[in-house]
């Protein structure tokens, strides 16, 4: 019994059984006997020392077996890159790590590792019944888990009668789950079952995940699949750009502190750089698994529809069909590739589709909301050599009337009149001139009209000076009372704000008042830093932040080489401020 490995056991727990069955007083004795360590203890999420475990013929059974049935492993590998993956194994096979924590991102998260097992009382007396003892189940330690995934029951972490532990803390390792506690209560009869189904579904979810639901992809895909579900949400651009806030508006929409608290999951902050954003970025750090799953929970119904989702286009992954009606590939997915560009007036993504084969291009508007749209044309751009030489070929017969020609090009006879008229060629003769050219051409084609003498309206620039400069005092009053991050003062940005930015750049001269208001206010570089600086060093003491100087100089922006003088006064803030 002590050499098997039970269903969904966790390594630590057959350690903790050998231990009890070979009678070593000390657990170093154990660690050495299995893992060759002298100091030190494997950890139970993703333990080192595999190699010398199997080696020491303890075990029957292969090595990736003993990572993916028996330890942590297949909960973090989505949300890894491949590189990540590859160095998490190598350093679990060798003797002794103390990297794996570091690589796999478990140690910088802002989940922290549970410090106690968990148990299910039914799962505890099912085990008992079966094998005739109880062990510890991997599912049950998955971090933020609360309810059993079999029996939807809370899992326990003490006693409740007694409040006594389960963990040893004399041998630094769990002992086995017993049917009582050290003080004889029976832990089969604390049952308690959940309702919430939030707490089902984060628990449901982890399970999946862990039995290799998501074995198949890694961080970088799982990004793609983000990035491709949001642009169909609205919540990012065509480009990839994520609306950062409305996304964080959208979470706690969902997601209410009370659950999230329970979970151990802190609020993403209002800043640039909270977990959320940071996820939703291509960030070379890896973000817990539980963090994942609150963002798929939110943008899918269900773990499996993220797997069909597509590529991370707005128009789903290619190929498309071709939509030339006379062609003999009409509906078969001929293009393979398509230009995304954005509409000027909706800033929604717009596809352009070029049938290589004939030609025929067509556009139209997207997201797609479904597979059938690829069937849809919003404006056709182009009809093809094809379909021009078969227009050409039907009008020599003169017993077609426009109708019929329409009729059977499948389009409107004003389109089949403006191409038998010649706009066509024209149109392509233009397209072959330059900027230059077609200007000069259009200026020649447009009759000149006779100018009219109008009396120029003089211009009082005294009052002109007096008007935009309130406007600019205005504008400055309302730039530093913006909330967030100080925003850099500058000619530029108050022209802008007050849309008198050509005026300010080619009629300051004629504006004494205004040049006097934008040589006081407007911020040098310097200027700008330290009000950032003072701004910084106030929020962290508003949420009772640390403060520390690398923070501050990483957050205000400032980079690497900045004067002697701002690190002076960063110095003198900090003292002022403890």
């Avoid at 707490?199 to 982890?206: A, C, K, N, V």
């Avoid at 802190?266 to 799953?293: C, V, Y």
């Avoid at 006779?450 to 620039?461: E, H, S």
Wanted: glycine fraction near 4%; proline fraction near 5%; include cysteine.
């Amino acid at each position: 019994m002590g050499a098997t490995l039970y269903p969904d056991e966790l390594l630590a727990s057959f350690i903790a059984r050998n231990h009890l069955l070979r009678g070593h007083r000390s657990i170093k004795t154990t660690y050495q006997s299995f893992f060759h360590l002298t100091a030190g203890k494997p950890a139970y999420d993703l333990p080192s020392g595999l190699k010398a475990l199997l080696q020491s013929e303890q075990l029957k059974i292969t090595l990736d077996e003993l990572i993916h049935f028996h330890t942590l492993y297949p909960y973090y590998k989505p949300f890894w890159s491949i590189q990540q993956c590859r160095q998490v194994k190598e350093e679990m096979v060798a003797d002794k790590s103390q990297r794996i924590q570091m690589i796999a991102g478990v140690m910088a998260s802002i989940i922290r590792t549970h410090k106690v097992l968990k148990i299910c009382p039914l799962c505890l007396q099912a085990d008992l019944d079966q094998f005739g003892e109880a062990y510890w189940h991997r599912t049950h330690q998955l971090p933020g888990v609360l309810v059993c995934p079999i029996h939807k029951c809370f899992l326990l972490e003490k006693c409740h009668q007694c409040n006594e532990d389960f963990m040893d803390q004399r041998i630094q390792y769990p002992a086995l789950p017993t049917a009582f506690c050290r003080n004889h209560h029976a832990l089969s009869e604390m049952v308690c079952i959940v309702e919430d189904p939030r707490l089902i579904g984060i628990s449901d979810f982890s399970n999946y995940i862990l039995k290799g639901g998501y074995s198949e992809y890694n961080k970088e895909q799982m990004y793609d699949k983000y990035i491709q579900r949001l642009i169909r949400l609205g919540y990012c651009t065509a480009t990839g750009r994520v609306k950062q806030r409305e996304v964080r508006e959208f979470f706690l929409s969902q997601y209410n502190p009370q659950f999230l608290t329970q979970i151990a999951v802190k609020l993403p902050e209002d800043t640039d750089f909270n977990w959320l954003s940071t996820i939703l970025r291509k960030s070379r750090r890896a973000q817990h698994p539980l963090l994942h799953i609150l963002i798929i929970q939110l943008l899918w119904d269900a773990p499996e529809n993220i797997k069909l989702e597509g590529a991370s286009f707005p128009f789903g992954s290619g190929p498309w069909p071709c939509l030339n009606p006379i062609s003999d590939h009409y509906h078969i997915n001929i293009i393979h590739h398509v230009k995304i560009t954005r509409c000027s007036n909706t800033r929604k993504p717009v596809g352009t589709f070029e049938c290589p084969s004939c030609g025929f291009t067509y556009s139209r508007r997207g997201p797609d909301q479904d597979r059938s749209a690829i069937y849809t044309i919003g404006r056709i751009k182009k009809f093809g050599p094809i379909w021009e030489i078969q227009l050409e070929q039907l009008s020599k017969d003169h017993a077609l009337g426009l109708r019929e020609l329409s009729r059977l090009m499948k389009c409107d006879p004003k389109t089949i009149k403006r191409y038998l008229i010649g706009s066509i060629s024209l149109k392509n003769e233009a397209n072959n001139l330059t900027n230059f050219q077609q200007r000069k051409k259009k200026r020649k084609a447009t009759p000149t009209t006779k100018k009219l003498n109008v009396t120029p309206v003089r211009v009082d620039w005294e009052i002109r000076d007096q008007e935009i400069n309130m406007l600019i005092k205005d504008a400055i009053k309302k730039i530093k009372q913006q909330e967030g991050k100080p925003i850099k003062i500058t000619k530029a940005r108050i022209g802008r704000t007050i849309g008198q930015l050509a005026i300010l750049e080619k009629k300051l001269d004629l504006l004494p008042l205004c040049k006097e208001t934008l040589q006081r206010h407007v911020e040098t570089l310097e200027q700008h830093q330290k009000r950032r600086i003072d701004w910084i060093i106030n929020q962290c003491t508003l949420q009772k932040l640390p403060l520390r100087k690398w923070f501050i100089i990483r957050k205000a922006g400032i980079g690497q080489k900045y004067s002697k003088e701002m690190e002076c006064y960063i110095a003198e803030r900090l003292k002022d401020a403890v």
